[in-house]
């Protein structure tokens, strides 16, 4: 209903536009009023910014279908997505949808989506997080460039401590049986978890 009031201003407003459009565009000669020009001028910021509130509003509720199918963890919506990908392609198409792949930065944020990917895809698959080493090896970013402060390497993992890849493995995964983060060859296909954030 909301949305219907919505697209009801947003047809009026662009009826509106058109026919200012329509107006400045005809070709009388006309002495400039000043005045009606400035009018013509407000009414078109009026315009511009109803528009831009109606895309925030668009975007709000994106966001919300996000977080009403996915996780809310405090500023944060995830969501797995299924589908198996390489690191690559995983991570642009959550930056399509507005989002980049999964970052926990905290072992309660941890544990929260551990306990989501079990229930959304089981814990046989592993999911790819947003982490990398690959500008430089053993040096884990997040999405922006900065070091990762919050880290969950697996320590027991067949007797060989996490990341233990080398150059072969840049890309960081979720074990959802553990919890517990790995390094993988960011070629291998895997699902992956989305990160939102809320503002």
């Not at 400045?24 to 006309?30: E, F, L, Y």
């Not at 013509?40 to 831009?52: G, P």
């Not at 975007?59 to 995830?78: I, N, P, S």
Request: net charge negative; glycine share 8%; aromatic share 6%.
């Amino acid at each position: 209903m909301e949305f219907r009031g919505v697209s009801v201003l947003l047809g009026v407003l662009l009826l509106i536009h058109c026919s200012l459009q329509q107006t400045a565009s005809r070709k009388k000669p006309v002495k400039k009023d000043a005045s009606r020009d400035a009018a013509l001028a407000e009414m078109q910021k009026q315009i511009d910014d109803i528009v831009q509130e109606l895309n925030v509003l668009k975007e709000h509720q994106a966001l919300q279908t996000v977080c009403l199918k996915g996780l809310k963890v405090h500023r944060k919506c995830f969501l797995v997505d299924p589908l198996k990908k390489r690191y690559h392609t995983a991570s642009e198409d959550c930056n399509a949808l507005g989002g980049v792949l999964g970052e926990p930065t905290s072992s309660e944020e941890n544990d929260q989506l551990r306990d989501y990917i079990r229930q959304s895809i089981g814990l046989d698959e592993q999911v790819w997080l947003g982490f990398s080493d690959m500008a430089v090896e053993g040096q884990w970013l997040d999405h922006t460039g900065f070091s990762i402060t919050y880290k969950n390497w697996d320590a027991s993992n067949f007797g060989s401590p996490q990341p233990d890849g080398g150059k072969s493995q840049n890309c960081a995964v979720l074990s959802p049986s553990s919890g517990k983060w790995l390094d993988e060859n960011c070629r291998e296909e895997k699902p992956s978890v989305c990160q939102f954030s809320i503002v």
